[in-house]
């Protein structure tokens, strides 16, 4: 269960939010952390190049890129409901957890979102404006 801060912003009826960065370990394809700067960077481009097994950029995790960001803030890395209500596992096989973190600006204020997932427990964190706004019981 994740109950809120009762210092919770308000929001008008449109929100701003600017992604700075992203980090990702264990999640997916993504063995250990790797470190993604977006601040300033405008529309960005996924592209790879598979060296394992030739030229073909299959698999080497542009849609888990993608999808990190997704699953930071909603807990799913499928824009479509589950038909079980289940969230597919994210976790690396050969890591112990998935940790994915998005730090950015919100309305123009600094927020830090960190969501981490392990065989038996997850964590969600919400930071906005210097406040931790998520509590978890």
Same mark, same amino acid.
């Given at each position: 269960?994740?109950?809120?801060?009762?210092?919770?912003?308000?929001?008008?009826?449109?929100? %701003?939010?600017?992604?700075?960065?992203? $980090?990702?370990?264990?999640?997916?394809?993504?063995? /250990?952390?790797?470190?993604?700067?977006?601040?300033? /960077?405008?529309?960005?481009?996924?592209?790879?190049?598979?060296?394992?097994?030739?030229?073909?950029?299959?698999?080497?995790?542009?849609?888990?890129?993608?999808?990190?960001?997704?699953?930071?803030?909603?807990?799913?890395?499928?824009?479509?409901?589950?038909?079980?209500? /289940?969230? $597919?596992?994210?976790?690396? %096989?050969?890591?112990?957890?998935?940790?994915?973190?998005? /730090?950015?600006?919100?309305?123009?204020?600094?927020?830090?979102?960190?969501?981490?997932?392990?065989?038996? $427990?997850?964590?969600?964190?919400?930071?906005?404006?210097?406040?931790?706004?998520?509590?978890?019981?």
């Amino acid at each position: 269960n994740i109950s809120h801060s009762s210092t919770l912003p308000s929001f008008d009826k449109s929100t %701003d939010i600017e992604i700075d960065s992203i $980090s990702i370990a264990g999640f997916g394809s993504f063995r /250990r952390e790797v470190f993604y700067p977006l601040g300033n /960077r405008g529309v960005v481009l996924l592209r790879g190049t598979n060296k394992d097994f030739g030229s073909d950029s299959n698999g080497v995790g542009k849609t888990t890129l993608a999808m990190a960001s997704l699953w930071a803030l909603t807990g799913s890395i499928d824009a479509r409901p589950a038909q079980d209500g /289940r969230v $597919s596992d994210v976790v690396n %096989d050969f890591s112990k957890f998935s940790e994915v973190t998005l /730090r950015g600006r919100l309305n123009s204020k600094e927020f830090t979102l960190k969501r981490k997932k392990g065989a038996s $427990s997850g964590s969600l964190t919400f930071n906005y404006d210097g406040s931790d706004l998520t509590l978890q019981s």
